[in-house]
């Protein structure tokens, strides 16, 4: 059963002024120019980009919003271990700021969720602003046992479970992973880690 709650829907695909789609390799230099933009030249040293450094994306979990063929969104989901769980972690969320009141970034949210339920991921953890995280499900409550390696501000760090009890005995430190071998109804998790643009 999918705990996850939906958030106001994005415009659908007509008459939405994006087009939500799988990353495709042509997006990272407009990616990397985007996060530049969103999150300033010190990304590279914030507590989640430690978990993604020098490792890919989950294989069909990197998304891109677009817009009259311009890439204005960019999210990812990372395999990590949240305190012994095989977990997946989401960041950066970054939207173009002129895209941000379009519903890039829930409709970016909303397909990365329905696609890690999808390939069977139990739980999300994320770094994010927990009022704008909350219509997706997400609480603090869920990542209370958790902690990243580095600093982080505590309420914060948000659980979403894709499964109920998913995060019930996660404990510990979220440290880089990888691809779970089980699925929904075994021991694999998911978790997102990402910081609001």
């Keep these: 059963m999918t705990l996850l709650r939906k958030r106001s829907p994005a415009l659908t695909p007509k008459a939405a002024p994006f087009a939500i789609r799988s990353e495709k390799a042509s997006d990272v230099l407009a990616r990397e120019a985007l996060l530049d933009a969103c999150f300033g030249e ?10 993604r450094d020098g490792r890919a994306p989950a294989e069909g979990l990197a998304f891109s919003a677009l817009r009259q063929g311009r890439l204005v969104g960019t999210l990812r989901l990372w395999h990590v271990s949240a305190g012994g769980i095989p977990a997946l972690m989401l960041g950066p969320l970054a939207v173009d700021s002129a895209s941000r009141k379009l519903g890039a970034g829930t409709a970016l949210i909303t397909r990365a969720l329905a696609a890690a339920d999808a390939r069977g991921h139990r739980a999300v953890i994320l770094l994010g602003d927990e009022p704008y995280y ?7 409550k869920l990542a209370a046992g958790l902690a990243l390696p ?8 948000l659980g979403l479970e894709l499964e109920a009890g998913a995060l019930s005995d996660a404990r510990g430190m979220i440290v880089p992973g990888r691809p779970a071998a089980t699925t929904k109804g075994g021991t694999a998790a998911g978790a997102l880690c990402a910081r609001a643009a």
Excluded at 42 to 51: E, I, K
């Design 42 to 51: 010190t990304r590279h040293m914030r507590t989640c980009q430690r978990l």
């Design 134 to 140: 909350a219509p997706f499900g997400f609480s603090a």
């Design 150 to 157: 580095g600093p982080f501000e505590r309420h914060r760090l």
